[in-house]
């Protein structure tokens, strides 16, 4: 099995769709739609580790990565979903070097973190029958943080630099507001800001992950050489259809 990071440093970038319907129904549609990676978001989904798992079992027959962005950078959290399967992570609202490093631990075995062990009763393991996975573990997790804040920037070099963080993903929203710009990515302020973190990031070797606003930028930051994107949410894709659909018919 190659880990998301060994795929992240070859090939084309790799285009994912968040979702956030919680329903492993509407994951199993977008599942066969040609997405590299779908990401099950915890942090502002109503989304349970029941409707967690069922996404995951939903998506596992097919050809693509799903990554979990957990609530936070609380260990508890990490690990469940670790024991759920999920072999990514995306962790919100990364500041600094020091949180970057205790997410790392979380994610991590003793006596290289403090991560619990439950191999017999969790998912992960194949409930205790993949008899590799206490070893593997470390090789087989990609752990991603998130950079959205003013403090983030600041920090980010040695947040890029912490061992254990395979790579970083650019949330526009988030920054745009910690900027001073809430609801508005593109303002030019908030453009300069994601160009400083892309430099940074491609100093440090890592790869650079943003979520795209419409399929023109999605374009555009492929070209500016970032390796990960979301191009669209299945909230979006559900209302912008219904909402064509009827006016379709009205007229």
């Known amino acids: 099995m190659t880990a998301f990071k060994d795929k992240l440093a070859e090939g084309p970038a790799l285009l ?9 129904y509407t994951a199993d549609i977008c599942a066969r739609s040609g997405y590299d990676w779908l990401l099950f978001d915890g942090e502002h989904s109503p989304n349970t580790a029941q409707t967690l798992l069922s996404q995951l079992q939903a998506v596992a027959p097919f050809p693509l990565e799903a990554i979990a962005r957990v ?10 979903y670790l024991d759920l399967g999920f072999t990514t992570l995306l962790v919100p609202m990364v500041d600094t070097a020091q949180q970057a490093a205790a997410v790392v631990s979380a994610c991590r075995y003793p006596p290289h973190g403090i991560r619990g062990v439950a191999s017999a009763t969790a998912r992960a393991t194949g409930f205790g029958t993949d008899k590799a996975y206490l070893k593997d573990a470390e090789q087989r997790l990609t752990l991603i943080v998130q950079i959205e804040s003013r403090t983030a920037l600041e920090n980010i070099d040695a947040i890029a630099a912490t061992e254990g963080v395979d790579a970083l993903f650019v949330g526009p929203a988030d920054l745009a507001a910690s900027l001073g710009h809430l609801g508005n990515p593109l303002h ?13 990031i491609d100093a440090a070797g890592k790869p650079a992950g943003i979520f795209a606003l419409s399929p023109d930028d999605a374009r555009r930051r492929i070209a500016e050489g970032f390796r990960f994107l979301s191009i669209g949410t299945d909230i979006g894709l559900l209302l912008s259809g219904a909402q064509a659909l009827v006016g379709a018919v009205k007229g």
């Open 16 to 24: 994912g769709l968040w979702q956030a319907l919680a329903s492993g």
């Open 71 to 80: 609530p936070s950078g609380d260990p508890v959290s990490i690990k469940q």
């Open 188 to 200: 030019p302020e908030v453009q300069d800001a994601i160009a400083h973190a892309k430099t940074r």
